[in-house]
């Protein structure tokens, strides 16, 4: 990638991805197979299910996001999603609270006590095999490291998990959502930080497929703190999110006029 190509990351991106809210039910049917296919039968963190579709009782009150190729075959990459408070019962605790029950630090936030409608909890980032470029890779959803940002000589990008959180806050942006949790590999933190995103620890490492933190980003922050060559990216991400919305709408239009 040239110097000029790594400022110009919003047309990289669409030179190879394209980026979708899963709205409807064949959509959010790829997102729990590419789940099942890395979760289940790659990685072995989840039980083998007869449908091949990795599903738990947080995605009826989940928003997804569904990353595909943009060449002509439209190839599945990878997928994640955004887990809302329950709407019936709010007090529910998002994943991460209960695996780091005993490893929050409620003196820096207790998300009990936050309104529970301006949270939310990124998870189930995974992208298929053929996608994790890197050797070692093979026993991870995803793959992230300093390395996948290249050299100063020769910059590179990680498009794939960079998007996938990318569009994660623009449906949270979108829901009214103030605060985003996720349970990360420690160093997630240090690979964010190049981008101007700001990761604040909130408790101590727990074992959960690996050792994992419990984190927690402002979604406004996020936004307006995105370093200059980000920001095309974003704006490419959230216009791809906002036009799945109105697609949808437009199809709910018709099929309610027919």
Same mark, same amino acid.
């Given at each position: ?26 959509? %959010? ?104 470029? %890197? ?20 910059? %590179? ?54 050792? %994992? ?46």
């Amino acid at each position: 990638m040239s110097l000029l190509d790594h400022f110009s990351l919003g047309t990289g991106f669409q030179r190879h991805f394209r980026l979708a809210a899963a709205l409807n039910p064949s959509e %959010r049917d790829h997102v729990y197979r590419i789940r099942h296919e890395v979760y289940c039968e790659e990685l072995g963190f989840e039980p083998v299910r007869p449908d091949r579709r990795e599903v738990d009782e947080y995605d009826r009150h989940s928003l997804h996001c569904l990353l595909r190729t943009s060449d002509a075959g439209r190839s599945l990459v990878g997928c994640n999603r955004l887990v809302l408070a329950r709407p019936e019962a709010p007090d529910t605790p998002l994943p991460f609270e209960r695996s780091c029950a005993a490893t929050l630090d409620r003196r820096i936030i207790d998300p009990a006590r936050l309104h529970r409608g301006s949270i939310a909890e990124v998870s189930r980032l995974a992208v298929r095999a053929g996608y994790r470029r %890197r050797k070692g890779e093979q026993n991870r959803p995803f793959g992230l490291n300093l390395e996948d940002f290249g050299r100063k000589e020769q910059p %590179r990008f990680p498009y794939i998990p960079i998007s996938l959180y990318l569009g994660a806050v623009a449906l949270a942006k979108r829901e009214g959502i103030e605060t985003l949790f996720v349970l990360t590999e420690p160093r997630l933190a240090d690979h964010f930080g190049k981008l101007g995103v700001q990761i604040t620890q909130i408790g101590g490492p727990v074992q959960h497929r690996g050792i %994992r933190v419990p984190s927690m980003m402002d979604v406004d922050s996020i936004i307006r703190g995105l370093r200059f060559f980000v920001r095309p990216l974003w704006r490419v991400v959230n216009e791809e999110i906002d036009a799945c919305y109105q697609h949808e709408a437009e199809a709910e239009t018709v099929i309610a006029e027919c």
